[in-house]
C-alpha cells in the first residue's frame, strides 16, 4: 500500500512539474521587477488619425483585437510612455466589459476568451465548453460557416487560453496537445503565433505539422519565412511554445497582423480575425512595468495596422478590447514629456475590474457603454448574420 503513494505521489510530482513549467511566466522569480517605475528610452511614434467610417453598414470583415491582462491603467501606462498618443486613440466608439465567468467574480483568459468567442459565460479553465461540459460554436466557426476566411494571431503559443478559444473545445485550458488537435478539425486560414512543440513532439506521436501540409497548408517556423509566405492557408508557429517577450521579439505582432489581414482579405465574402497581444498579461502578473508597457505598444502597432486596413477598406469593423485586467495597475504618477510611468500594483492575479472596448468602422455603435463580455461574442454572431 505504502509503494502505490510513492508511486502516485512521485508522478503527482512529474505532472505537477510539466504543468508548471508551461505556465512559469507567472511564478518565474527572475523575472520580477522590483523597479515597478518606468522611464522610456525609445522614440515616441507617431500616429496619424483615421477618418470615421462608422456609418450603418454591417461590416465585412472583423477584426478582433485582444490585450490579455489589459485595463484602463495599462492602456494609459503605454500612452503616456508613448508621449500621450496611441493608435487606440484613434476610437471614438468606447466602452467598458464586465468580465466575471460563471464560477469566479475574477475570470481566467479560458473563460474569458470563450466568453468573447461563444458569447456564453462558463468556468475558468474551460475552452469552447459550457458550465455543463458542451461543446459551444464561436464567432470564428460561424464565420468560417458563412463561407469567409479566418484567422488567430498571437504572441503565445497559439494553443494557450486566448487563442484557443477561437478554435478549440477542451475540458481544460492546460490540454495543449488536444488543443493543437482541434486546429486540424477545422477550416482555419490563417494561424500564426507559438507552439510548434505541441504540434510535433506530442505524446501521441502525431506529427501535426505533417497533417496540415496534407491539408495543404504552408508551414513556417520563422519570421523570414512569415514575411514571404503567401499562402492562403497558413500556419505559422514561430516558437516551441511562447514567443519571446519585448523588445526580443521584435515587430513580429504588427507584422503577423498586417500578413493574416492580407492573405484573409483576398477572401471575396470576407473575414473574421482574431489578434491577441498576449503578454500584456505576463507583465502585470510580475507587476513589470517595463514588460506591461513594452507589450501595450507592441499591441497598438498591431491595432495600428488593423485601423490602416479599415480605414482604407471602409467595410471593416475593429474592435479592441481584453479578457480581464491583471495585476490590479495603478498609475500614481508619470510624465509625458519624460515618456515616464511610476506604477503600483495591487495583486500578482488577475482583477475584477471592467476592460476597456474600442470600438471602428461598420457597426461601432455596438460596443459602446457598459456591456458583459458575452455581449461582445453576441453582437459579432449578430453582425456576422447568425439569427
Ligand atoms: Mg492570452
Ligand atoms: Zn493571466
Do not use: C
Amino acid at each position: 500500500m505504502k509503494n502505490y503513494k510513492i508511486v502516485f505521489s512521485a508522478l503527482l510530482l512529474v505532472f505537477a512539474t510539466l504543468v508548471s513549467a508551461q505556465e512559469n511566466y507567472k511564478t518565474d522569480k527572475s523575472l520580477v521587477s522590483t523597479e515597478y517605475d518606468y522611464q522610456s528610452s525609445e522614440g515616441v511614434y507617431n500616429v496619424p488619425s483615421f477618418e470615421d467610417v462608422s456609418g450603418k453598414k454591417k461590416p465585412k470583415n472583423i477584426i478582433l483585437l485582444i490585450g490579455d491582462g489589459m485595463g484602463v491603467a495599462q492602456v494609459h501606462a503605454a500612452m503616456t510612455a508613448n508621449g500621450g498618443q496611441l493608435f487606440m486613440n484613434n476610437f471614438k466608439k468606447v466602452g467598458f466589459s464586465k468580465t466575471h465567468s460563471a464560477d469566479k467574480y475574477v475570470t481566467d483568459s479560458a473563460a474569458g476568451g470563450t466568453a468573447l468567442s461563444a458569447g456564453k459565460k462558463t468556468n475558468n479553465k474551460a475552452v469552447g465548453i459550457d458550465e455543463n461540459g458542451n461543446l459551444i460554436e464561436n464567432v470564428r466557426e460561424f464565420a468560417e460557416q458563412k463561407g469567409k476566411a479566418t484567422g488567430v494571431v498571437s504572441t503565445s503559443a497559439v494553443t494557450h487560453a486566448t487563442p484557443a478559444s477561437f478554435v478549440a473545445h477542451q475540458p481544460q485550458r492546460s490540454m495543449y496537445e488536444a488543443i493543437a488537435a482541434d486546429f486540424l478539425k477545422t477550416d482555419i486560414d490563417v494561424f500564426i503565433g507559438g507552439g510548434l512543440d505541441h504540434f510535433t513532439k506530442r505524446e501521441d506521436k502525431r506529427n501535426l505539422k505533417t497533417e496540415l501540409e496534407a491539408k495543404d497548408y504552408q508551414v513556417v517556423t520563422s519570421v523570414d519565412e512569415l514575411k514571404t509566405a503567401n499562402s492562403p492557408k497558413l500556419a505559422a508557429l514561430l516558437a516551441p511554445t511562447h514567443m519571446d517577450k519585448m523588445p526580443a521579439r521584435g515587430d513580429v505582432l504588427p507584422l503577423a497582423t498586417k500578413k493574416a489581414v492580407e492573405l484573409l482579405s483576398q477572401n471575396k465574402k470576407g473575414f473574421f480575425l482574431m489578434v491577441e497581444g498576449s503578454q500584456i498579461d505576463w507583465g502585470g502578473h510580475q507587476n513589470n512595468t517595463e514588460y506591461v508597457v513594452r507589450e501595450t505598444l507592441d499591441f497598438d502597432k498591431a491595432v495600428g495596422e488593423a485601423l490602416a486596413f479599415a480605414a482604407e477598406n471602409k467595410n471593416t469593423l475593429v474592435i479592441v478590447t481584453s479578457d480581464h485586467e491583471t495585476g490590479g495597475m495603478v498609475i500614481n504618477n508619470g510624465s509625458y514629456d519624460d515618456q515616464l510611468v511610476k506604477a503600483h500594483y495591487g495583486t500578482k492575479g488577475h482583477s475584477g475590474i471592467m476592460v476597456p472596448v474600442f470600438a471602428y468602422g461598420p457597426g461601432a455603435d455596438n460596443f459602446t457603454g457598459i456591456q458583459d463580455n458575452t455581449d461582445i461574442g453576441n453582437m459579432i454572431f449578430k453582425l456576422l448574420g447568425k439569427k
